[in-house]
């Protein structure tokens, strides 16, 4: 064990959480052990009730109030951060250990049980709740001394009365004095056992703090480059005159292996791009972050998107790992003219919405994912030309492969005919409509997979 995690104020705060837990539990015991020697006056020995309730409920009464002192202590330490010393923890186990220590006395003065019965009475049993409770301090050291503080305070009940008491002559009143040897050395034996259970636990509380680490420590890596990933998307929307486009993404988990991007290549045309990286997570990310990073180098060095796909693909297999493909799409606007060449690599559908019919078509890629062959040569590229309305729609498979509580996939037919009903809105408002036809579908099944859509739409006049 590492002595830091040990000493450490996540392991501070760990004991004195424990602690509380054990103080309430002993104030529930006192609880019962009051009701039950109550009881028992009031059935038993009820002429005497009068004389015996008082110190009886000024003994509970007492410990009750020590306990609920040291349970209102604990509470101010988990609120400020602060420790408490040991002193002040070992004070709180001799005082506990006293409880049973100065009931045998009290019990023998109210003439409840005969002097030497009461060192073998029920009450001496109390002393081991003490006991067992002591491994919630978390600290073998003061179990064990609750051991010791026992056997200590039942060795000096038990001398006292041998002292001041004469043995009785009917001598089944006494048991022998091997008895209360023995009963002493178990108390003792006692707190051993609760320092080495005490250990273990320490060991364990231990363990788990690491691993909490750890998981805080990976959970903080994952969000820093969540924000690396959330910072390699486009900010601004670039200029495209009777066009608009907007790009949505939204991960399964706090990285995801989706990404698109738009770009402005040589020859004035604006790209845009969505890749979709087999898997999701932090692996699916980096490659994802690959991808990116060559298709950045790759058209700010050519215009041509058969070029570029065929250059980003042949430098992703070099890199990608057995089994991990890379589905992705790139178009070129000229809005000048409207022309969109489009070029996919595995991914599909590619959707066209055409207003002036209201039909939605859907393309196939032209090529298979990247990382299946490196000298794979795409294109060339599909040419539309949009008019006034027309919207290329891009999006991820998490859109139609969500499935409901019936494991219905969302689907193409429902996608289409999200797009047909979104037909009059604005790209980031028809992708948010289309986000939300595919959760209500859902119904709040988990999204298991990223979701990532680009949308480009021609303004109708007057738009």
Request: charged share 20%; glycine share 8%.
């Amino acid at each position: 064990m590492i002595r830091d995690e040990i000493d450490s104020k996540a392991f501070r705060d760990a004991t004195i959480r424990s602690d509380r837990t054990r103080i309430i539990v002993i104030l529930a015991a006192l609880g019962v052990l009051a009701f039950l020697t109550v009881f028992r006056i009031l059935v038993f020995d009820w002429n005497e009730a009068g004389r015996m309730l008082g110190p009886t409920l000024t003994f509970f009464g007492a410990a009750s109030l020590y306990e609920i002192f040291m349970l209102r202590r604990v509470k101010r330490a988990i609120q400020s951060g602060s420790g408490v010393s040991t002193g002040v923890w070992v004070t709180n186990i001799l005082v506990e250990t006293l409880f049973p220590t100065l009931g045998l006395p009290l019990m023998i003065v109210m003439g409840l049980v005969n002097p030497y019965q009461a060192l073998v009475a029920p009450i001496v049993l109390t002393y081991f709740i003490f006991i067992a409770l002591s491994t919630l301090k978390l600290s073998p050291m003061l179990a064990r001394l609750a051991g010791v503080f026992s056997a200590a305070g039942y060795s000096i009940v038990a001398l006292g009365v041998h002292v001041v008491y004469p043995a009785p002559e009917i001598r089944s009143a006494m048991q022998p004095v091997e008895m209360y040897v023995g009963n002493a050395s178990v108390l003792l034996a006692s707190g051993l056992v609760a320092g080495a259970v005490a250990r273990q636990i320490r060991h364990h509380v231990a363990g788990a703090l690491r691993e909490a680490r750890q998981v805080e420590r990976m959970t903080s890596e994952l969000e820093t480059a969540r924000s690396i990933q959330e910072g390699l998307l486009p900010k601004e929307i670039p200029d495209l005159g009777d066009f608009e486009i907007a790009g949505w993404n939204k991960p399964a988990d706090q990285t995801g292996g989706d990404y698109y991007d738009w770009f402005r290549l040589p020859d004035g045309r604006t790209a845009f791009t969505l890749a979709d990286v087999t898997g999701h997570g932090i692996s699916s990310a980096l490659v994802a972050s690959a991808c990116h990073a060559y298709s950045r180098a790759s058209m700010g060095q050519d215009s041509d998107l058969a070029a570029i796909v065929t250059r980003i693909n042949r430098l992703l297999c070099a890199d990608l790992p057995p089994g991990r493909l890379v589905t992705f799409v790139a178009a070129a606007l000229d809005s000048s003219t409207g022309r969109v060449e489009l070029l996919s690599a595995g991914h599909a559908p590619l959707l066209l919405f055409t207003s002036r019919d209201g039909r939605v078509q859907s393309f196939e890629a032209h090529g298979v994912p990247f990382g299946v062959f490196a000298g794979m040569a795409y294109g060339p590229p599909q040419e539309v030309v949009l008019g006034p309305g027309d919207t290329v729609v891009l999006v991820t498979d998490g859109f139609f492969e969500w499935t409901n509580a019936r494991d219905e996939d969302f689907g193409f037919e429902r996608l289409h005919a999200a797009i047909r009903a979104g037909r009059d809105l604005s790209p980031d408002r028809l992708i948010a409509h289309l986000h939300k036809a595919v959760t209500d579908f859902v119904g709040g099944t988990p999204q298991n997979d990223d979701l990532t859509a680009v949308v480009l739409k021609r303004r109708r006049p007057g738009d």
